[in-house]
């Protein structure tokens, strides 16, 4: 498994997790280096690909493995916000890289290559988040405009859009694509993916903000933020799960769920969480422990910089797409094209 990190000193960082005297881990540098003009805003990783994306209006690509430098995407004018790889079920390969930015922009890439199919606006403003439907045929986007869109990615236009009334900062699908989390301050509102239906709201008990989102397995929903913990919520009842309080001494930027990333997981394995403050220092937590006793990070890092966002990856073997292949988006793009 692997760990990407991006920091306001502009460099990205790449960690690989590896076994070290059972049961600790030990996170083994990749890479680190300045790859931004400006501070990295968002990273993105699936597969053996991981992308960053930053204040100076750029996509730098990587390749995990290799630990090599794939090149940058120059088609955004204004700074990146999000970025999320599309993978079809089952496999572990992106097809499309999708991004947003400040402008109120959204772009859809083709991975194989990395080319632009299509850019559109779905927001006056700037687009805070964007989170991608497993199917990867539709996302869900937030923006300071105070709307909630939904994006269909095979034509590369919006779909839907509501009003809020208020400021969301954060949204993000289940690992089912059957609910949706929106953020909004300090509190985190539970939906039907079919019709928004506002199923319950989750609070932080200390009023503090959410700076970071993760959705785990069985309804699990792991947050973190300005009070330093690590809040796993049951979101089929609405209340905490359990939680690792004071994780880290700042607060938290970014949370990772790496459980059953490759999908061959057993039972046997440890049930993975990576975390990662704004002091530089990241964390993998095996959340288990919680339950016995007050847990220790099984493995640590200190990358000695302020990061402001997380990502994990599988570094396991994988299919790759065969000759000829395209993304979904690229298909059925070019089809509606053809009959226009």
Known sequence: MSLIAGSYEKYIWGFKLKPHESPHLILTPLFSYPS???????????????????????????????????????DHSSSLTSLSFVSPPNLSFPRNLI????????????????????????HRKAVNDLSVHPSGKLALTVGR???????????????????????????KFDLGGDRFFMVVEDKIGVHEAEDAKLLCELE?????????VAPGENGVLYTGGEDRNITA???????????????????????????????????????????ASSDGVIR?????????????????????????????????????????????????????????
């Open 36 to 74: 931004h003009q400006s501070s990295i805003t968002t990273v993105a990783s699936c597969g053996h690909y991981a992308a960053s994306g930053g204040s100076d209006d750029i996509i730098h690509l990587y390749d995990l493995p290799s630990a090599s430098y794939l090149g940058s995407l120059h």
């Open 99 to 122: 991004s947003s930015a400040a402008d109120g922009s959204v772009s859809i890439f083709d991975a194989d290559p990395f080319v632009l199919l299509k850019s559109f606006r779905p």
């Open 145 to 171: 405009d105070e709307c909630l869109a939904m994006l269909n990615l095979v034509r590369g236009r919006r779909s839907f859009c509501c009003r809020l009334g208020r400021e969301a900062s954060m949204v």
């Open 204 to 212: 932080n008990p200390k009023q503090k903000r959410v700076l970071c």
């Open 233 to 275: 919520w049951d979101t089929k009842s609405g209340k905490v799960a359990y939680c690792i309080e004071d994780a880290h001494s700042s607060r938290l930027k970014g949370v990772v769920v790496l459980t059953r990333n490759d999908g061959t997981a057993s039972v046997d394995d440890p049930y993975l969480v990576a975390s």
């Open 284 to 340: 993998v937590w095996d959340v288990r422990m919680v339950i016995k006793e007050k847990p220790n990070p099984l493995a640590e890092a200190n990358t000695k910089s302020r990061l402001t966002c997380l990502a994990g990856s599988s570094l396991k073997s994988f299919k790759q797409p065969g000759p000829g292949s395209k993304s979904i988006q690229k298909e059925e793009l070019d089809a509606e094209m053809e009959g226009s």
